[in-house]
């Protein structure tokens, strides 16, 4: 049983650059959400999913897309990196609304 | 979802028992209290759980007064190992598909110090 899983765990991006950030689970969880963590900070809602073809905006949405065409995956794509995004990236999964929140172990990125 | 308020840090000695308090004055009716540990370089893992009076697991316990405006996180003798950041969060137990948010404060950093 894998949990959460995230590829790459460390990325390096010129600005402008596009690129997809992976995110798969292995529990059947319904729920799944993308995470920003800044240096120093708690962890900003980006996109989140409640079930395969149903995604929906968090707290710090602009520069990032999401799909979910499966219930396993949920990939972040980042369409023309800036600077700004710059942060650890995690990815979270939930059975259900009152369930705990599995995180995956986080994707470094550094857009220079 | 409850705005939460902690401490922003603390000091611990090791074997020493450690009280992280959590301010949730406007906690719904529905909402459980829920904290997480976050190591450097990981993501956040599941403590405890709790939605009134007493819970105590292997690792942790959480003790929530009647009105539930406020909850402790209480961790006996800590080690070098507990050194991370812990998050206190208003969880909703139930309800539509916004319910499903959390909503991460800058938590607690705690050190323990050998």
């Known amino acids: 049983n894998a949990g959460v899983t995230q590829t790459p765990k460390f990325q390096v991006l010129k600005t402008g650059q596009s690129m997809t950030l992976q995110c798969a689970q292995d529990?059947?969880?319904?729920?799944m959400s993308w995470y920003r963590q800044d240096p120093g900070m708690g962890l900003r809602l980006i996109h989140y999913?409640?079930?395969?073809?149903?995604?929906d905006q968090g707290e710090v949405p602009n520069g990032y897309n999401v799909s979910r065409s499966t219930t396993e995956d949920f990939p972040l794509r980042l369409l023309s990196a800036a600077p700004s995004q710059t942060s650890v990236y995690f990815c979270?999964?939930?059975?259900?609304?009152?369930?705990?929140?599995?995180f995956g172990p986080g994707t470094r990125l550094t857009v220079l | 979802l409850a705005k939460t308020t902690q401490p922003i840090s603390m000091d611990s000695y090791e074997g020493q028992e450690v009280n992280i308090t959590c301010s949730h004055n406007?906690?719904?009716?529905?909402?459980?209290i829920t904290w997480y540990q976050q190591f450097p370089s990981q993501g956040p893992r599941f403590i405890i759980q709790?939605?009134?009076t007493k819970v105590t697991n292997e690792v942790a316990s959480l003790f929530i007064p009647a009105d539930r405006k406020s909850s402790t996180l209480s961790l006996p003798r800590v080690s070098l190992s507990d050194t991370a950041v812990y998050y206190c969060l208003a969880q909703r137990a139930s309800g539509r598909a916004g319910s499903y948010q959390l909503t991460f404060g800058k938590g607690t950093k705690l050190s323990v110090i050998p």
């Open positions: 999913s409640v079930g395969a073809g149903i995604t």
């Open positions: 529990m059947n969880h319904e729920y």
């Open positions: 709790g939605y009134k």
């Open positions: 979270a999964s939930r059975g259900a609304v009152g369930d705990t929140q599995y």
């Open positions: 406007n906690i719904a009716t529905n909402d459980y």
